[in-house]
């Protein structure tokens, strides 16, 4: 194929989104894949699970289904693979399936298959490829931690490496994430274009963050800390019930809202009853995405200090632009690509999600400076703003307009903190 024949051929491919699970019960991948997809210039078809052998869950995303979702039609139809081993007869059979489901909804054209990550995804579509060469072009998203995953297994490792050197295009969420896909394929395209987030979703009035505020029973000169993440190790929550109680036998009027459910649940409600934190510290668990703006802007601190936890680590953090995009400073961890959603004293603060005392102080300062608070979540706002979905939207169609046309994908990155 000469040089430019490769963008004519895809003109007019299909695009086709593959990701084994997706909406409603979703990660911060899944919702970049979504809010980007569902603004794309022409029709996305998004090739997932078939749904839920759970009525419950089957209910949910049937009704989710039949929602608005923009550019996207939502074709429930993989059989997972399962266990990903390649040694497995039911493994091979599951990607059969899936290569046989890709063709059609091709229908004879060429497509362009977004996959949300390297494994089972990227490994689909690699396979897809390599039978139909000319007819297949492979953006392949890479988020972090399923690459220190890869890490632990000869067999992921294989999948990623195949994926990826089958991939035309490598979008990462982080310059982090770039390191980790650069470390395992050196010489593959790759361009980072982070996540994003909707700004006016995140205004509230102040009547009806004060009406939310009240509900937790608070008096009226707490400061509020709040965490929004499945409660998991690498999300650090318990490190935030210390800070409470530390700071609060200082004499700092300081409560936490914890939202999110998970495993950690159980221990971190234990562990502030044991240190006197009962009525300091809510669990409201996994609350609705429409009350997130509520939290946020009842909020006067946001904390996520995230920490690397075997293979898990945090490859960005949406959360911390749709903190941002309400107002509110946030402290986060230096691990992964944190300290990229968060600008270190200008949107929040950076710190050693390990170290009790850094965590602690820097709440500390947010909490007892109200001028520093608003100047940071001032900044924030405009931060936020310059992650607009749709100027991620716009970064990468360039991206994969710049791997059709076979030149380098220069300006395909986020935007970049101003000095």
Same mark, same amino acid.
């Given at each position: ?12 491919a ?60 939502? #074709? ?5 693979p ?33 996959c949300l ?48 050197e ?23 395209r ?72 998970g ?11 044991a #240190? ?36 898990m ?8 632009l ?9 402290v ?43 100047r ?33 994908a ?10």
């Amino acid at each position: 194929m000469r040089r430019g024949d490769h963008s004519r051929d895809f003109r007019k491919a299909a695009d086709i989104v593959i990701s084994q699970d997706f909406l409603p019960v979703i990660g911060g991948a899944h919702a970049w894949l979504y809010e980007s997809y569902r603004r794309w210039k022409s029709p996305v078809k998004v090739l997932t699970r078939a749904y839920s052998s759970d009525p419950r869950l089957a209910q949910a995303e049937q009704e989710f289904d039949r929602g608005e979702h923009g550019s996207i039609e939502i #074709l429930r139809e993989i059989t997972p693979p399962g266990e990903l081993d390649l040694l497995s007869l039911p493994c091979w059979k599951s990607h059969l399936r899936q290569l046989r489901s890709i063709r059609r909804v091709a229908g004879g054209k060429p497509v362009i298959l977004h996959c949300l990550r390297a494994f089972p995804d990227g490994f689909s579509a690699a396979l897809y490829k390599s039978v139909r060469p000319r007819s297949a072009l492979i953006v392949v998203y890479a988020h972090g931690e399923e690459l220190l995953v890869a890490q632990s297994s000869r067999q992921l490792r294989f999948m990623a490496r195949f994926a990826y050197e089958a991939a035309d295009l490598i979008i990462v969420n982080s310059e982090s994430t770039r390191a980790l896909v650069e470390g395992l394929c050196p010489r593959r395209r790759v361009v980072c274009v982070h996540p994003g987030v909707d700004p006016e979703r995140f205004r509230t009035s102040t009547q009806e963050a004060a009406q939310y505020r009240a509900t937790w029973g608070w008096p009226a000169k707490t400061i509020v800390l709040s965490t929004l993440a499945r409660m998991e190790p690498r999300k650090n929550h318990s490190i935030l019930v210390r800070v409470v109680g530390k700071l609060r036998a200082d004499g700092i009027p300081l409560a936490l809202v914890c939202a999110g459910d998970g495993a950690e649940r159980a221990r971190l409600a234990e562990m502030a009853e044991a #240190l006197g934190l009962r009525d300091w510290i809510r669990f409201p668990g996994a609350i609705p995405e429409q009350e997130k703006r509520l939290l946020f802007a009842a909020t006067d601190i946001f904390a996520m200090p995230s920490i690397q936890v075997g293979e898990m680590i945090e490859g960005f953090g949406i959360v911390f632009l749709e903190a941002a995009a309400a107002g509110v400073p946030s402290v986060c961890g230096n691990s992964g690509g944190q300290g990229e959603a968060v600008l270190d004293g200008q949107t929040g603060i950076v710190v050693d999600g390990r170290d009790l005392k850094e965590v602690a102080d820097a709440v500390q300062s947010l909490a007892i400076d109200p001028d520093l608070r608003r100047r940071l979540g001032n900044r924030g706002r405009v931060w936020a703003a310059e992650h607009a979905w749709d100027r991620v939207v716009q970064l990468t169609h360039e991206a994969i307009h710049d791997a059709l046309s076979h030149t380098p994908a220069e300006g395909a990155h986020a935007p970049r903190p101003s000095q």
